[in-house]
């Protein structure tokens, strides 16, 4: 859906972080609001299940489907997990990361939120999952812009582990060269497989990669963090629930990476799973938060940016920085949204690891 403002068409599921105040004053008042939902709570059933079932098969994407640089929910949307369209509130995010791959529900709500609040459309309560229609169908309604969960810099960044680098122009579609790379890394390092072992070499490779070759290179919270998940990703989620060895077959891989489609006879993994293997990637070969600084080959250590040892400053950095560049000054029913789904984001904290809430636009 578009809604008319002033100066285009804005659709509903865009997001309004970085926007001026003079736009915001111009599409707020055409967005229907829609209060959040309170996220949902754990699953009571976490067994392996099948979830290529005849409830959710794969289909081809229509036209005006969205996807975007996050493999597994292109899958979960491409068997309709998700809305097929691409765009979902976070609490269908939540449940389809949770029924579909079983993900842990404190991981799944966290990641959501922190997502949902520099991607997504506080206002409408949705998120799309990218902002890029089917490469076989036409281009998406003005403003066509890349956006959704393929805005740079916070969630998706350099060195992503199949995607290139945004610097070079094309930092969400499939990268046929990189995948080549990725079995030849797991041809060296896991007899064919993609496991932790592979996951840390080949991270380490793409940042030295993006080190020679991106003098715009990033590598501090919350981009860090998320680096590192999606390396464990696969072999969390996307082995089947009946294998228990950590050992991702290619084959398989391609298919979640490319076609956005489980293989036939999917089962869930067996159990919930969240971001583990997380600390085996990133102590094989350990690099600190930091930066190129302009050229190629001078990436320098940000002691002020989060690692593994600071969660919770990842959390106030994340807060205080990131939501609060993107929205300076808000006022009225954004603030109000923002601050409902900082609520729900610091409620998600895993383990409660951080004591206390931060509050970037007050408690009132």
Known sequence: MLYSCKTRAFPAHRSLAGLSMEELESIIPVLSFQPPEKPPGPSNDTTAKLVNDVAHPWKPLAPSDIRGPCPGLNTLASHGWLPRNGIATPAQIISAAQDGFNMDNTIARFITYAAFLVNGNVITNLLSIGEKSSLTGPDPPAPAVVGGLNTHAVFEGEFSRLLGDAFFGNNHDFNETLFDELIAFSKKFGAGKYNLTVAAEFRFQRIKDSIATNPKFSFVSTRYFSAYVESVFPINFFIDGHQEDGQLDLTVAR???????????????????????????????????????????????????????????????????????????????????????????????PGGACPHQVFPFGQD
Not at 279 to 301: C, I, K, L
Not at 334 to 344: I, K, P, W
């Open 255 to 349: 298919g979640f990476f490319q076609d956005m489609r489980m293989p036939d006879g999917f089962f869930r993994a067996n159990g919930t799973r969240g971001i583990d293997g997380i600390e085996v990637v990133a102590a094989a070969y350990p690099v600190p938060p930091g930066s190129n600084t302009g050229a190629v080959n001078t990436f320098t250590p940000d002691p002020a940016s989060a690692d593994f040892t600071t969660f919770c400053l990842l959390y106030e950095n994340f807060v205080n920085q990131t939501v609060k560049g993107l929205y300076p000054n808000p006022t009225g029913v954004l603030r109000d949204a923002l601050n409902m789904n900082l609520g729900f984001l610091f409620e998600a904290i």
